[in-house]
């Protein structure tokens, strides 16, 4: 699992755990109510919904080790 940063424009609107950025998209906009049938896919990131473009964006993983 990978955490992603999901974006629409240049604003951050949450972030997700998924196996995929496309998943982390998805699921996103369907918890916000939208259906399979209205997701556009433009890439391997990237998707559109009602004229907004979302992406999903890898964030680095934190550092298991603790800080001195």
């Known amino acids: 699992m990978q955490t992603y940063e999901i974006r629409c424009g240049?604003?951050?609107?949450?972030?997700?755990?998924s196996h995929t950025a496309?998943?982390?998209i998805?699921?996103?906009l369907r918890s916000l109510g939208c259906s399979d049938s209205e997701i556009e896919p433009i890439g391997d990131h990237e998707?559109?919904?009602?004229g907004?473009?979302?992406?999903?964006?890898a964030t680095p993983e934190?550092?298991?080790t603790p800080s001195p």
């Open 10 to 17: 240049d604003r951050v609107v949450t972030q997700a755990k």
């Open 22 to 24: 496309r998943h982390a």
């Open 26 to 28: 998805t699921d996103y």
């Open 47 to 50: 998707v559109a919904w009602r």
């Open 52 to 57: 907004a473009v979302y992406t999903a964006v």
């Open 62 to 64: 934190a550092s298991q």
